[in-house]
């Protein structure tokens, strides 16, 4: 490795590409310098450069695995191209479209080495190379112009902090206008630009000047701040609370954040009604829930049948079930009530009703609809009823051009039973968009589980709607003798009352929940890569990959999901080399998780799918998720991560035949009962906890009120909120 400092800037010609992705987001360079014999391997964010040009390059020294001495490149410039083989490598590299090699010859033997500098500054003098017609000219001077225009805006953004890879996505947005939107008020960075913060666009502003008290900076900082508590789950904030989170968190001075609140109430971004400050989607998204499900809730069902008992145990009889009268009440709630709500813990039958629901519904030549709000819960929905069920993304059939649903109030679903399972992990965003849709007439039964955690994105819809007391309620309680037979089940009760699992020292004859101490973190990791890797698989027969999942309270720490991420890869998926993002290098046979909603791909935050395939040449993944092959470029990598371990929270709506959870006085923060049971119920076969008994009583006992900041229920009871 040259002798330089750990910060250096190197400049030379672009002797060759070892790979690069289709969108320039990485690249593998070999950069010949004059001083050097041999070249430099530079890595990092590019744009699309091409062999022949000059690159200027500022980074750090590292080793890499594979290519030894490697420079990683934080910023860089072009300054030129080195010779005429260069420059018509790069005209007819692809970079400038419908330039093809041919016409790359013309215009370097008609302008020699001033081509590129003639093209910078008068392309129009193309249309006086012979042979090129008219027509093609003009297509090559536009998209010669839009490749120099992205060059100037990725140099200026470079020179705020901002990566290539943001930069291009900052380009994209605003295209010409990215120079003048960024000096005037790059805090629309922040709301408008998926992974830049306010602290970034902060920052950048700081860099052009912006003033600390500037009406742009505090109006930023509301809306991310808002932003920021609705993916805590609230609809909205109070505004004291608000403006002294903003002062404390943001450096924003609270009467500076007082201000904007007003001025952004006035301009319609935020709406501000008895103290409380709302996101306006999320504000008009409860009201328009309430209007509707309110309105269902003063119309009878339209069943009134007297052979309703005879259906019914005609139907027991199809499913080769007999129903326990709670079940039984259930299904008839449903014929007499427009909404329906059930709720009830693992064992209580659930199941087993919707079946016989579904056999009746279907016997009276009536239309049924199923679905959940994931994948993997919908899946499951299907194989339990033996009825099609899908995700309400699907059922409600989105549009990623338009990011809208085809199904709505101009064009509702049809059918005359609509049951949508998980109800728990609704949240106001969905719910509205499915309500909107929902069919004339229908009945709508939302099943879930009341005591798991509630749902991932903004609301409370399952518990609000229960709080009103508006709609028909169900609770089942009784556990079933086939489910009272399993500790998964006895165990989840327990903690739900309070009380401490049952634990025999070898799991007793039922063999399906374990407790295995560990004091030490370091210790409890080890047991849990020897629990997945060894002793599940060679006693239960279960797959440490496909079927094993392990869960944590939290991210961070020795016992937390990025920690024991790269343990289980290290342990379960060694060895072949892939692609490498940020500090996760993605390998083919990978367990990874989805961690956002991508509309366009339809894949959603939680999925779970395997890496299928790693192209090093293309820098992609093919990603299996439950039979569907997504392909992911290097630059789309940020909404996916390792899914050896996951959070709890991210566990919602799945089950896995097996599951361990670390539970650990490190999480103390996080221990609290529904945590607890919501992890516990996740298993199907086996459940193992890892951990502290302390952690276990503390997760137990600690049972507060699930606070969230939401409107729905007042909205319901045409109450305004004080």
Known sequence: MPDLPDQTVLEGTLEQIAFQSPDGAWSVLKLQSPAQQRPYTVTGNFGRVVPGEVLRVKGRWSEHPRYGATFRVSSYETTGSATLTGIRKYLSSGVIKGLGEATARKLTDHFGMETLELLDKN?????????????RAKKIVKAWKGESKL??????????????????????????????MVRENPYRLATEIRGIGFKKADAIAMHLGHAEDSPFRADAAVRYMLRECSTEGNTYYPRQELVSRIARQLGVAAAVADEAVDRLATRGRVILLDGRVYLPHLFRAEYEIAARLG?????????DDQRLELLISEGEKRVGVELDPNQRQAVLAVFRNRLVVITGGPGTGKTTLLRVLISVFRKLDLEVLCASPTGRAAKRMA?????????????????????????????????????????????????????RALPKDACFVLIGDIDQLPSVGPGNVLRDLIASE?????RLQKIFRQAEESLIVTNAHRINRGRMPICPPDGGARRDFFLAPAQAPARALEVVKLIVSERIPKVFGLDPVQDVQVLAPMYSGIVGVDSLNQELQILLNPGEEGIRYRKIQFRAGD????????????????????????DLSEQTLLIDFSGRRIPYAKSELDALTLAYAVTVHKSQGSEYPAVVMLLMNQHYVMLRRNLLYTGLTRARKLAVVVGQQTALYRAVKHNPSAQRYTSLTECLLGTSPS
């Open 470 to 474: 508006l709609f028909a309620l169900v």
């Open 591 to 614: 367990k990874v998780m989805q961690i956002v909603n991508d509309y366009d791909k339809q894949v959603f935050n939680g999925d779970i799918g395997r890496v299928e395939m790693v």
């Open 295 to 303: 309105a269902m809730a003063q119309v009878p069902g339209s069943f």
């Open 383 to 435: 194989e339990a009823t033996g009825h099609k069920a899908s995700t309400i993304h699907r059922l409600l059939q989105y549009q990623p051009p338009t990011r809208s649903f085809l199904r709505n109030e101009e064009n509702p679903l049809q059918g005359d039973l609509l049951a949508i399972d998980e109800a728990s992990m609704l949240d106001t965003m969905l719910t509205c968009s499915l309500v």
């Open 123 to 135: 392309p129009e003098k193309i249309f006086d190379v012979p042979g090129i017609q008219k027509k």
């Open 151 to 180: 060059r100037e805006m990725l140099v200026f953004l470079q020179g705020y902090g901002v990566s290539p890879a943001y930069a291009r996505k900052i380009y994209a947005r605003y295209q010409d206008q990215t120079v003048a």
